[in-house]
């Protein structure tokens, strides 16, 4: 089963405009990452957030976890065209060395003109 | 550097027939995933290995799916026989040896069942 849940599962905004898409999860985990996909590029990787970490940026991107309500945000600041895609989040359980990647469904960005 | 490298690209095949899918990963990265993505949804794993042993095959339909990993390096992925609910696109990761670290993907291969 997947473990997280991406909300909303489809995002329309202006260009120029900030995209905040969240992402629920059910059990403990290692860490959590986001990820982008698109038809150009496929699945690429935007940000790694650790589980006794709150918040991470990176260039535009800011992502926070929150681990008492096993929820985590990304937010994409002054959205561009080519920011139009779909964003997974994906956590990793904690041990055993396996840290295979367990997704969301996503979240569908469309950024309009 | 290179990134992960799949071949096919497309595969389209006929229910019960077999299938096999290539994965050359970044160079020096110790652990492949094979993940299958079905329309609409977020990827699901298959299999991990960590160099030439299997990490993690839980998810895998074992009465059909089959991966190997030869000399720590390439990969492949077999389904035999194919089922109708097998077309999705699936997709190779690999990463550093340590847990934690972002995981590459490649371009995936199509596969269309009939």
């Known amino acids: 089963s997947q473990q997280g849940e991406e909300d909303p599962q489809a995002l329309s905004i202006q260009e120029g405009e900030n995209a905040t898409m969240n992402c629920s999860y059910k059990?403990?985990?290692?860490?959590l990452q986001w990820y982008r996909q698109n038809s150009g590029r496929g699945l690429v990787h935007l940000i790694l957030?650790?589980?006794?970490?709150r918040e991470k940026h990176s260039g535009r991107l800011r992502v926070t976890l929150d681990t008492s309500k096993k929820s985590s945000s990304l937010l994409i600041t002054a959205s561009r065209a080519a920011d139009t895609a779909s964003y997974f989040c994906?956590?990793?359980?904690?041990?055993?060395?396996?840290?295979?990647?367990?997704f969301g469904k996503g979240t569908h960005l469309i950024i309009q003109p | 550097e290179a990134g992960v490298a799949q071949s096919p690209r497309y595969k389209i095949i006929e229910k019960r027939q077999s299938v096999a899918f290539w994965c050359n990963p970044i160079?020096?990265?110790?652990?492949l995933y094979w993940y299958q993505q079905i329309l609409g949804q977020g990827p699901k794993l298959l299999i991990q290995?960590?160099?030439?042993?299997?990490?993690?095959d839980s998810q895998l339909p074992k009465d059909r799916f089959s991966a190997e990993r030869l000399k720590g390096v390439d990969s492949t992925l077999k389904i035999q026989p194919a089922k109708l609910e097998d077309s999705a696109v699936y997709l190779c990761?690999?990463?550093?040896?340590?847990?934690?670290?972002?995981?590459?993907f490649g371009p995936g291969t199509r596969l269309t069942v009939t």
């Open positions: 994906a956590t990793v359980y904690p041990g055993g060395g396996a840290d295979g990647l367990t």
């Open positions: 059990t403990s985990i290692n860490n």
């Open positions: 957030i650790r589980s006794n970490e």
């Open positions: 990761a690999s990463s550093l040896i340590y847990p934690g670290f972002e995981q590459y």
């Open positions: 160079s020096g990265h110790a652990t």
């Open positions: 290995f960590q160099n030439n042993g299997v990490v993690d």
